[in-house]
């Protein structure tokens, strides 16, 4: 039996469009209650291998049953009654192909559900399945782009995507923070437009005060429905560092003790050996007799050599 046109409307957009939500699907699960004269509806998310669930109940006082071994057992699609001293409940399960599984639930105290009742939870369990797959891809883009904006902040570069005409479509919050949220790329499209083959390309912003933009043409390489991305613009940020985690993976790259780490922490981060000295709190001639041993330790030749070692290896991303 095909879903009702006004169940299209009350029940299927608000569970596809659910995905987008800050708490994904309590529109939905508030229609289905509504629907059904339901006294509550649940949602309960499994995330496969890591047996970590997620519970989304409509009222958020709702109690349906958490009984684990008892709802793995039951055959994805089909709707089951939920065994309880006190109500009525139903409930189907739903297999996402990525390897989450999902129970779909509502009660009542008074009186059973019907077979119709029944029946629209077993329709609707093929497109929950829709929906879980996207929201899992949603979520796994969404952390993979915090990784990376992590990752990006730490070695101090921030970047703006372009498309073929200049238009931005995306901006790191790197990029943000360095050239505004309202930025618009203002004297920029008509250089993104312009570039050729693989050649970037080096602009001012907006004018000789503002920050330099390298522009590199991007080959996608799969068709998208939206614009385009063409053109990545990196822009150069203030690193994060804490010198005290990059002293403790100096000692363990390099072997050193803590003060001969710290020395060779300040001085990447630009210290003189005097200024060095002041900030650890030594004397100029107990730094000297510690870079003397961090030199020989990094087979390094002096201040610049070091300095360029410690750029090239992972103690630069602290």
């Known amino acids: 039996m095909a879903i009702a046109r006004a169940d299209e409307t009350d029940l299927l957009l608000p569970l596809h469009e659910g995905v987008h939500e800050a708490r994904p699907w309590t529109t939905f699960l508030t229609r289905l209650r509504q629907r059904v004269r339901a006294d509550e509806a649940g949602l309960i998310i499994s995330a496969g291998l890591e047996e970590r669930e997620t519970h989304l109940l409509v009222p958020a006082t709702a109690t349906i049953p958490d009984d684990r ?157 939206w614009p385009r991305l063409a053109t990545i ?5 203030r690193r994060m560092g804490d010198e005290q985690a990059r002293a403790a993976v100096l000692a363990t790259l390099f072997g050193l003790p803590p003060s001969e780490a710290k020395l060779a922490a300040a001085i990447a981060g630009g210290a003189s050996l005097s200024e060095a000295a002041d900030q650890l709190g030594l004397t100029i001639e107990t730094a000297r007799n510690y870079s003397k041993r961090l030199f020989a330790k990094t087979r390094t030749r002096g201040q610049l050599d070091l300095v360029r070692l410690i750029g090239s290896s992972v103690a630069r991303l602290v």
């Not at 001293?85 to 599984?101: L, S």
């Not at 613009?233 to 940020?237: E, K, P, Q, W």
């Open 69 to 225: 071994s008892w709802r793995r057992a039951l055959r994805p699609g089909r709707a089951y009654a939920i065994e309880e001293r006190e109500g009525f409940g139903r409930v189907v399960r739903v297999d996402e192909p990525g390897g989450a599984a999902a129970w779909l639930a509502m009660r009542r105290k008074e009186r059973d559900f019907t077979a119709a009742d029944a029946a629209l939870l077993a329709r609707l369990a093929p497109h929950l399945a829709i929906a879980l797959r996207t929201r899992r891809a949603l979520d796994q883009g969404r952390a993979a782009l915090e990784l990376s904006e992590e990752a990006l902040a730490r070695a101090g570069i921030a970047w703006v995507g372009f498309d073929g005409d200049g238009r931005i479509l995306s901006m790191s919050k790197g990029a943000v923070a360095v050239l505004g949220a309202r930025w618009a790329g203002s004297g920029v499209g008509s250089v993104v437009a312009s570039l050729k083959d693989d050649a970037p390309q080096v602009v001012r912003v907006r004018d000789e005060a503002s920050p330099w933009i390298l522009l590199i043409p991007y080959r996608e390489p799969l068709e998208a429905s």
């Open 233 to 237: 613009g990196l822009v150069a940020t």
